[in-house]
C-alpha cells in the first residue's frame, strides 16, 4: 500500500472541502461514484507526474479502456485497474475508498468527509 500517495489524495480531500468555491462533485463528474475523486486528481500535475492521469470525454468516444489511466513503465492501466496499481491496493480497498453504488458490499462514500474518514481507516489499517 502506498501511504504517500494515499495521504497525498486525503490532502486534496480536505482542500477540496475547505475551499468555498469548491466545485469537487460527484454528480458533476456523471460517475456516480467516488473514483471520480481520482478523475479529477488526474487532472493535476502532481498525480501527471507520477503516470496517472484523467483523459477528456473526447478520449472516451474513441477509446473503450476508460479515462481514468494510470502509465507504470511500459505498462497501461485504466479506471480501477489504475487505481489499484497506483495506490498498490487490493480489488476490496478499492471499492471502498472510490467504489459505484452498484457494489452491495460497501454503500458509496458520497460526501468528502466520507471519503477523508475512509482514507483514515485503510491507511491506518482499520480497514479489513
Known amino acids: 500500500m502506498d501511504l504517500v500517495r494515499l495521504e497525498l489524495v486525503k490532502k486534496l480531500a ?3 472541502r475547505a475551499e468555498p468555491t469548491n466545485n469537487f462533485s460527484i454528480d458533476a463528474w456523471n460517475c456516480g461514484t467516488t473514483l471520480c475523486i481520482m478523475g479529477k486528481a488526474g487532472t493535476l500535475k502532481t498525480f501527471n507526474d507520477m503516470g496517472f492521469r484523467t483523459h ?9 479502456q476508460g479515462q481514468v489511466e494510470y502509465v507504470r513503465g511500459n505498462d497501461r492501466f485504466f479506471n480501477f485497474d489504475a487505481v489499484e496499481k497506483f495506490f498498490d491496493i487490493d480489488e476490496r ?13 460497501f454503500p458509496p462514500a458520497d460526501t468528502l468527509n466520507e471519503i477523508i474518514s475512509r482514507l483514515d481507516e485503510v491507511m491506518e489499517g482499520r480497514f479489513v
Do not use: D, M, R
Not at 470525454?57 to 473503450?64: M, V
Not at 480497498?93 to 458490499?105: D, H, I, K, Q, R
Open 14 to 16: 480536505i482542500l477540496w
Open 56 to 64: 477528456g470525454p473526447e478520449w472516451a468516444k474513441f477509446h473503450t
Open 93 to 105: 480497498t478499492a471499492v471502498y475508498l472510490f467504489g459505484a453504488s452498484v457494489n452491495a458490499e
